[in-house]
């Protein structure tokens, strides 16, 4: 008896997995050759119901963690895994009716040149979980399938049954194509078919496809599903352009059906970017919904006044250029809430603030979310700019803002927060370098970096210690691997570090390192930290400073990296056995240093907070600055370090200084009006100031929000004592 290999990818389908999964077993044993199950990267517990589904059927079921994130990377993998003759796809949330296999096999006998057997199939509709009606769908023996998929006579994909030799002639063509985001099954099955497939109908239904409710549907607005949806018309147009199997006549009539659904999209988006000369007589009238037939002419010759004046004349480059110009500096100035911003800085004006952390932390929270939003990807965008807009995902940050979104669902209960971490953790994976090590900037950028790698595995180990889940941990090691690799001998980073040099502010990459080999127990991670450290202190100064704080040797560190690196040094020191011989030297290194600039900047002053200017953006090794701007992120950091130093001490100027630093920031922060800009932190005050001028970084919001939520803690325990 022929064997049948069924795939299917689950996320998030803990509710319905066991029931697709059961349907499949019910149509015989004898059918069966194996049920892959590959999980993509679930935040609910799907993973525990297939390991308790494996012990169920051990015989047949078989769960597999994906190797990179999206559903149609499970079915490539799905099917690399699989063995039977026959392939049968199936969605997590979906179901089998009895006899399908048996059905659909004996007409493969029948018609052994079948490469694809297909039968009817049944619609369930539900609202809130509770059933509302079946909607039962038959088919027919077509004689021209392709036609029908170019039609979008449509099948869900569980309806057919596979010959194992044509899924993989289709995934040589890469039907299941891992950048495909809509219609991912149709365009699956229209490629088989323009690769030849032959499809077989076998009478009877066989299939459930169930519709939950258009709150648990991906729904995609017509301004981005109709430019992809003609990216795959174009696709399948190409293809059968190129086909050798295809007739001349076959090909004219496929083209105009491509003609008629091309129009149909300018009806309901004038402005898509795709150009496509159509003839008034070669346009398949009857594949348009009537009502919007008697319109083909008028959106025909509209096809035409595009292709000529927008393809193919264009305007001169020139021109292009000003227009350009023209529009980044209307977007600089006059952009949702830009100007506002830059007249405030510019009389140094502040914004009214509030005694009530949560008023602030929420704004700055829903900002990041925004920003995640934005990216373009599951990764968090890199930052705001006037007269750019939204930056691309940063994997470096998107990497540690794991961290403060689960603490912040920790705090809250917001279980979205939690969500959004794992979806940043499995972005972070499907772009991460197969060496272990992270891209500088956007995952484009072929620079690979020690502190992006670093602040990618500080979210790793977080969301692993939270969730258990392999592949996280899996590529954590993979981190902590190439950075022990990289590492020089004295136990600086230089290869793979920004300006080829080392940095002090890797103290950050050795607490991720260290949080790490509490996890996993691995000693050589625990080894590279301790030299690392050794190498860090060797350049503390007489005078409490500490060396290699800067981006580079020319020039004086930002607050940010001088945050950078003493939180590095106050988180190492917190993780680090009692009896560790450099726990209380990392204590006192940070002590001396914070009490120092405490002291030459009066940050703990009682109106420190009044003082915008409290602490300047950059500081020189004589304790000094000439600059005239904040450096807002730097603020926050520090803040963090200075309220760990009060929870260790509790020495009140410490918290002072928390306090007033976390205060003059909350004074820059935008509560009201554009949604960019609503939450958010600028990297500078003004925001035309030396570091990251006129934009809002992804971890100012970040490491605002980390020091808000430790000053809320604190003051709970002070209000309690």
Not at 591 to 613: A, P, Q, R, W, Y
């Amino acid at each position: 008896m022929s064997k049948i290999s069924v795939i299917i990818p689950s996320y998030n389908t803990s509710q319905w997995i066991e029931k697709a999964i059961d349907s499949c077993i019910e149509q015989g044993m004898e059918y069966l050759k194996e049920i892959i199950v590959v999980e993509d990267f679930s935040s609910d517990n799907s993973w525990d119901v297939l390991i308790g589904l494996q012990k169920k059927y051990p015989a047949v079921v078989k769960p597999f963690m994906n190797k990179i994130s999206g559903s149609n990377n499970a079915r490539n993998y799905g099917f690399e895994l699989s063995s039977g003759e026959y392939i049968q796809w199936l969605d997590s949330d979906d179901q089998l009716l009895p006899n399908k296999f048996k059905t659909q096999l004996a007409k493969f006998n029948e018609a052994p040149d079948a490469d694809v057997v297909y039968s009817d199939w049944q619609m369930d509709f539900y609202e809130g979980g509770r059933f509302l009606k079946t909607q039962k769908t038959e088919s027919k023996q077509y004689d021209d399938y392709l036609h029908e998929l170019m039609i979008n006579n449509w099948l869900p994909l569980h309806s057919y049954l596979h010959k194992r030799s044509m899924v993989e002639k289709a995934i040589a063509h890469n039907a299941w194509n891992p950048q495909t985001y809509l219609s991912q099954d149709r365009e699956y099955i229209t490629l088989s078919a323009i690769l030849g497939a032959k499809f077989v109908y076998a009478p009877g239904n066989f299939s459930v496809y169930n519709r939950w409710s258009n709150a648990t549907i991906s729904q995609v607005g017509h301004r981005k599903s109709i430019p992809l949806s003609l990216a795959l018309e174009k696709k399948f147009s190409d293809k059968i352009a190129e086909s050798s199997i295809i007739t001349v006549d076959k090909k004219k009539k496929y083209n105009e059906i491509a003609n008629a659904v091309y129009l149909s999209s300018l009806f309901y988006y004038p402005g898509v970017k795709f150009y496509r000369k159509v003839p008034l007589f070669k346009i398949a009238y009857n594949s348009v919904h009537y009502n919007l037939r008697p319109l083909l002419p008028f959106l025909a010759l509209f096809s035409w006044f595009k292709y000529f004046f927008e393809k193919t004349l264009g305007l001169p480059e020139f021109v292009k250029k000003v227009v350009r110009k023209l529009r980044y500096g209307f977007r600089f100035y006059f952009g949702a809430g830009h100007a506002s911003i830059l007249w405030r800085d510019l009389r140094l004006a502040k914004e009214p603030f509030h005694e009530n952390d949560r008023l602030h932390l929420d704004p700055a929270m829903q900002w990041l979310k925004i920003a995640h939003n934005n990216s373009g990807s599951k990764g968090v965008s890199m930052s705001y700019v006037f007269g750019g807009g939204w930056s691309l995902a940063y994997p470096e940050t998107t990497g540690y803002i794991i961290d403060t979104f689960i603490d912040y669902y920790k705090l809250t209960g917001e279980k979205v927060y939690f969500d959004r971490a794992m979806e940043m953790a499995i972005w972070e994976m499907e772009v991460q370098v197969k060496d272990g090590s992270v891209r500088v900037g956007t995952p484009a950028n072929k620079t690979v970096d020690v502190f992006d790698t670093g602040m990618v595995l500080l979210g790793y180990t977080t969301l692993y210690s939270e969730t258990k889940n392999a592949s996280i941990y899996k590529a954590a090691i993979k981190c902590g691997d190439w950075l022990c690799n990289v590492m020089d001998t004295d136990g600086a980073w230089r290869t793979f570090s920004f300006k080829n040099i080392p940095h002090t502010y890797h103290s950050m990459v050795s607490w991720a390192l260290f949080k790490l080999y509490l996890l996993s127990g691995i000693n050589k991670y625990k080894e590279a930290v301790d030299k690392n450290i050794h190498w860090i202190l060797s350049h503390k100064k007489e005078n409490g400073w500490i060396d290699f704080m800067a981006f580079t040797e020319a020039e004086d560190p930002y607050t940010h990296t001088i945050g950078y690196t003493m939180q590095g040094l106050m988180e190492l020191y917190k993780l680090r056995d009692p009896a560790a011989p450099l726990k209380q030297t990392l204590l006192e290194t940070v002590s001396v240093f914070c009490e120092t600039l405490l002291k030459k900047f009066n940050l703990s002053d009682k109106e420190g907070i009044n003082n915008m200017f409290l602490l300047p953006g950059t500081v020189n090794k004589n304790w000094t600055s000439s600059q005239q701007y904040i450096c807002l992120t730097g603020n926050a950091q520090m803040a963090i370090v200075y309220f760990d130093l009060y929870l260790l001490t509790q020495n009140k100027n410490f918290y002072n200084a928390g306090v007033n630093l976390v205060g003059i920031v909350k004074q820059t922060q935008r509560l009201n009006g554009a949604k960019d800009l609503k939450g958010g932190i600028a990297g500078s005050y003004p925001i035309g100031g030396g570091y990251h001028p006129n934009e809002y970084p992804n971890w100012a919001a970040k490491f605002f929000a980390d020091a808000l939520m430790k000053k809320i803690n604190i003051d709970k325990q002070l209000n309690a004592g």
